[in-house]
């Protein structure tokens, strides 16, 4: 079994702070993790995900994050926010051999002026 | 096609009506998942096929809800005498299920209104 929790539902930033959106996932069998944006009125895109290898992962528009195993946690993390980062996030997990995918609650990013 | 389409794009029916969705994939992707998002919501899974392996069903709400794929082709959801609860976008993803190629790809979905 595996499942994906996101803690904050909500979390707002400043323009040109740090954005960290959290994500913690329990698997039984080592993960693929991923995170997804949705930006209002719009469908699900890839932001980055993590198979093997580097537990730092880079994705689109300057987020990345890091896989911590110790922690199982995949947080997601931005350096400086933009405004145009106001959208949901979800995190997702797959494995096991079937490796479907299923995703956290999502977290709404507001950035403030 | 290039991309995940569903149609339609917008679905308004009245209560206790029967309302098919549907999502073709990008070719040669083996799994197509459902999810269910309702306003201001997470993603609800809803069911998952992959290959010819036996669907996951453990997601569908109600026995209202049912799915078909044919192959690793198009994939229809329908929902029998639909409830105003139903309300909600109803999306589509496909992914290669390749090695570590398992990005799911997510179509624009289906809104669907019940009134």
């Known amino acids: 079994a595996q499942s994906v929790t996101q803690l904050g539902s909500h979390v707002s930033v400043s323009e040109g702070a740090l954005v960290l959106l959290r994500c913690n996932y329990s698997?039984?069998?080592?993960?693929?993790l991923f995170w997804y944006v949705q930006y209002p009125n719009q469908g699900l895109q890839l932001l980055l995900k993590y198979t093997t290898g580097a537990t730092l992962v880079k994705g689109i528009n300057g987020f990345e994050a890091e896989f911590k195993k110790s922690e199982t946690s995949f947080h997601l993390t931005k350096p400086s926010a933009h405004m145009s980062d106001a959208a949901e996030y979800f995190c997702?997990?797959?494995?096991?051999?079937?490796?479907?995918?299923?995703f956290g609650s999502g977290t709404q990013l507001t950035v403030l002026p | 096609g290039a991309g995940v389409s569903q149609s339609p794009s917008n679905k308004v029916t009245e209560k206790g009506k029967d309302v098919e969705l549907r999502c073709d994939p990008i070719?040669?992707?083996?799994?197509l998942y459902w999810y269910r998002q309702r306003l201001g919501q997470g993603l609800e899974f809803l069911i998952y096929?992959?290959?010819?392996?036996?669907?996951?069903k453990s997601g569908l709400p109600s026995d209202r809800f049912s799915a078909e794929r044919t192959g690793e082709s198009v994939s229809t959801l329908t929902i029998q005498r639909t409830q105003q609860e139903d309300s909600a976008v109803y999306l589509c993803?496909?992914?290669?299920?390749?090695?570590?190629?398992?990005?799911?790809?997510f179509g624009q979905g289906t809104r669907l209104t019940v009134v």
């Open positions: 096929f992959q290959g010819n392996s036996a669907p996951d």
């Open positions: 993803a496909s992914s290669l299920f390749r090695g570590q190629d398992t990005e799911a790809f």
């Open positions: 698997s039984s069998v080592p993960p693929y």
């Open positions: 997702a997990v797959s494995s096991g051999s079937a490796r479907q995918l299923t």
């Open positions: 070719s040669g992707h083996t799994a």
